[in-house]
């Protein structure tokens, strides 16, 4: 049996209707930028595989740091024994984060990172005594991870239509806008004192379709927030590790959230590590004589080592000024090619932050289940480039390792994509 008949009889994918099944590949290896299959096709990571992977595929700098560690310390229980790895890791994002934190929580993906963020902010309210305030606010199309809690804040749409009545409330608001800000200045007035936290992807809304929003306005919305002392989550799994162009999307805003979340490009894209940042107020709340003040949260691969290993060898990289200048080349590039977009008759909404790029084809509707994104996959991978659009929402997010060839093959294909796909 060759290796697709074996996984269709073994494996059951994520987000992936299992009867009549879009083609699936198997990818031996990747370097770089590229991914190689089964049969000697290249494709170009153009999405950096679910945007994760910031210096490219199989790293050796990070393998061989991976391989160390492993040769050192797999894993170990993460209450009651601490490690180098963990304890290192903690220090260097505290100084590298946008704001004073105190504390490094540690899980073991992003839908972790936000759940954990979720219970330490509700349960801060609840150690200080304060039973009101246990709802929390959220954006309309955001998204924050597959697990109940992360279910219950994100946007209630096909992803999570199953469970609908499960869920918990959640007083959702659109992203400020001109027209609305004043409108969801007043929500917040009104329900402040019952709202515990308000978790938001800062700037770039992703699975929602790469939305971006005003960071003026963001910055009114989270003065309002703080004033009605809301603890504010930002949700930067994806924006997080120079995605959007500065090390932190919240970089760009004045107001500084209490919890910050992080996965996705923490490692690097390569082992499975989640992050949650608060601040020393947070932390406080819990440390307490009572032992119902204890935060009860843990998962069994809670700080890995091999993982917070990657993630530092991760940051060494992402923190040479080779790295810092290649982001800045890539941001650049990808504003030019957006600019020159911008009037292209067959799209909408050209917008782009960083090494992000997304628009949207006129034509087809504006969700998820829009079939016109998987013949679009399908055309790139014909082409040697690996895109995933989110709906009608075409975007890009390549890995910083990246090269002009390779930029510029991509930008092709999307031009491709828009005679063919948009008229
Ligand atoms: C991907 C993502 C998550 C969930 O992370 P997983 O590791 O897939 O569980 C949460 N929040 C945001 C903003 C994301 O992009």
């Given amino acids: 049996m ?157 992803f999570t239509l199953a469970f609908q009545d499960l869920l918990f409330e959640v007083i959702f608001i659109d992203t400020p806008t001109q027209e609305n800000i004043s409108e969801l200045k007043s929500i917040i007035h009104k329900e402040g004192n019952n709202i515990a936290a308000f978790i938001y992807e800062p700037l770039v809304q992703g699975a929602g379709g790469m939305k971006m929003y005003n960071p003026y306005l963001m910055n009114e919305l989270l003065n309002t927030v703080k004033e009605a002392s809301i603890i504010c989550i930002a949700d930067e799994v994806m924006t997080g590790f120079g995605r959007t162009g500065k090390f932190f999307a919240s970089a760009y805003l004045n107001k500084k959230p209490d919890i910050i979340c992080m996965s996705k490009g923490l490692t690097g894209g390569t082992m499975a590590l989640g992050a949650t940042a608060c601040t020393n107020d947070i932390y406080m709340a819990y440390v307490e004589d009572d032992a119902m003040k204890t935060f009860f949260h843990g998962h069994s691969f809670t700080a890995n080592p091999i993982a917070c290993t990657a993630a530092m060898a991760s940051l060494d990289l992402l923190e040479d000024p080779a790295c810092i200048s290649q982001i800045d080349w890539l941001s650049k590039s990808i504003n030019e090619f957006a600019h020159s977009l911008n009037n292209h008759p067959g799209i909408k909404n050209v917008r782009c932050l960083g090494t992000i790029l997304a628009f949207e084809l006129n034509q087809g509707k504006d969700e998820y289940l829009n079939t016109i994104s998987k013949e679009i996959t399908q055309f790139c991978l014909e082409n040697g480039i690996y895109l995933r659009p989110l709906g009608n929402s075409i975007y890009i997010m390549p890995p910083y390792c990246i090269n002009n060839a390779e930029l510029c093959s991509i930008f092709e294909v999307i031009h491709k994509i828009l005679t063919k796909f948009s008229n």
């Fill in 2 to 158: 060759d290796l697709l008949q074996r996984d269709e009889k073994v494996i059951w994918h994520p987000f992936t209707q299992q009867k009549n099944r879009a083609p699936i590949i198997p990818i031996v290896s990747g370097k770089g930028s590229l991914l190689f299959d089964n049969k000697g096709n290249q494709y170009i990571d153009a999405i950096s595989s679910w945007w994760v992977t910031l210096h490219g595929h199989a790293h050796p700098y990070i393998a061989e740091k991976i391989y160390q560690q492993a040769l050192t310390l797999e894993q170990v229980i993460f209450a009651g024994f601490t490690h180098e790895p963990a304890i290192a890791l903690a220090e260097r994002l505290l100084t590298i984060l946008p704001a004073d934190y105190s504390k490094i929580f540690y899980s073991d993906n992003g839908s972790t990172s936000t759940e954990v963020a979720i219970k330490m902010a509700i349960q801060y309210w609840w150690n200080k005594g304060n039973r009101q305030r246990k709802k929390i606010l959220a954006f309309n199309n955001s998204y924050h991870g597959d697990t109940f809690g992360a279910m219950s804040v994100s946007d209630r749409s096909v």
